[in-house]
Antibody, heavy 121, light 107 residues
Framework: QITLKESGPTLVKPTQTLTLTCTFS??????????VGWIRQPPRRALEWLAL???????RYNSSLQNRLTIIKDTSKNQVVFMMANMDPVDTATYYC?????????????WGQGTVVTVSS | DIQLTQSPPSLSASVGDRVTITCRAS??????LNWYQQKPGKAPSLLIY???SLQNGVPSRFSGSGSGTDFTLTISSLQPEDFATYSC?????????FGQGTRVEIK
C-alpha cells in the first residue's frame, strides 16, 4: 500500500522560501516509471498543479510559477522535497504531494493528507 | 497550457438523482482525463482515470465518458456520501491542469 505524508512549516513570512518534504512508502522513486507531484489548494479555491519529479530525475513545473519552484528527490530516504521561493500571502494554501501512476494515461492515485501553509508577517 | 472548463460550477441535487458533470479541454487530449472527488477538509481521491476506467474500490454508480475535448462524469443515483466537490484533471501533457471543480450540494 502506498502512503505519502507532507511535512514542513505551517507559517512562513512574505519573501521567505517555503520548504516542504513528502515522505512516502510503498514504492521506490528509483523504479522505472515512478513519479511524485505537488498540488496546492488555496482556501475555497480549485486545485493547482505545481510540480512533478520522475524516477529518472526529469522535473516539470507549473508554467506561471516555474521561476520560484524547485523539486528534488532523495531516493535513499524515500522523500521528495519541494521549495517555493519568495512566498506571498496569495500562496496561502493546503499543499499536497501525490503519487502518479506508472502507466499511461497517468493519474494521481494516492495523496498525502495535505499540509496547511499560511503566509503572513 | 491546456485549460479545462467544468460545468456547472455547482449544483443542488437530491438523493437518488442522476447527476452529470462536464469537463471541456482547450485542445484534444485523447482519453488523458481523470476525475477526483474531494470532501471538505480531505485530500482529493481518484474516481475515474483514462476518461472511463473506474479506480479500484469506487462504486459502480460512478462512470466517466468522452474523448478528445469533451468529457462527462455521471453519478447514476446520488447517495448521501457523494455530496462533495468533483474535479477533472488532464495528464496529456505537462503542465498538468485541473478544472475549477463542481460542488454537489444537497437540495
Amino acid at each position: 500500500q502506498i502512503t505519502l505524508k507532507e511535512s514542513g512549516p505551517t507559517l512562513v513570512k512574505p519573501t521567505q522560501t517555503l520548504t516542504l518534504t513528502c515522505t512516502f512508502s510503498g514504492f521506490s522513486l528509483s523504479a522505472n516509471g515512478e513519479s511524485v507531484g505537488w498540488i496546492r489548494q488555496p482556501p475555497r479555491r480549485a486545485l493547482e498543479w505545481l510540480a512533478l519529479i520522475y524516477w529518472n530525475d526529469d522535473k516539470r513545473y507549473n508554467s506561471s510559477l516555474q521561476n520560484r519552484l524547485t523539486i528534488i528527490k532523495d531516493t535513499s530516504k524515500n522523500q521528495v522535497v519541494f521549495m517555493m521561493a519568495n512566498m506571498d500571502p496569495v500562496d496561502t494554501a493546503t499543499y499536497y504531494c501525490a503519487h502518479q501512476t506508472r502507466l499511461e494515461p497517468r493519474a494521481f492515485d494516492f495523496w498525502g493528507q495535505g499540509t496547511v501553509v499560511t503566509v503572513s508577517s | 497550457d491546456i485549460q479545462l472548463t467544468q460545468s456547472p460550477p455547482s449544483l443542488s441535487a437530491s438523493v437518488g438523482d442522476r447527476v452529470t458533470i462536464t469537463c471541456r479541454a482547450s485542445q484534444t487530449i485523447g482519453n488523458y482525463l481523470n476525475w477526483y472527488q474531494q470532501k471538505p477538509g480531505k485530500a482529493p481521491s481518484l474516481l475515474i482515470y483514462a476518461a472511463s476506467s473506474l479506480q479500484n474500490g469506487v462504486p459502480s454508480r460512478f462512470s466517466g465518458s468522452g474523448s478528445g475535448t469533451d468529457f462527462t462524469l455521471t453519478i447514476s443515483s446520488l447517495q448521501p456520501e457523494d455530496f462533495a466537490t468533483y474535479s477533472c484533471q488532464q495528464s496529456y501533457s505537462t503542465p498538468r491542469t485541473f478544472g475549477q471543480g463542481t460542488r454537489v450540494e444537497i437540495k
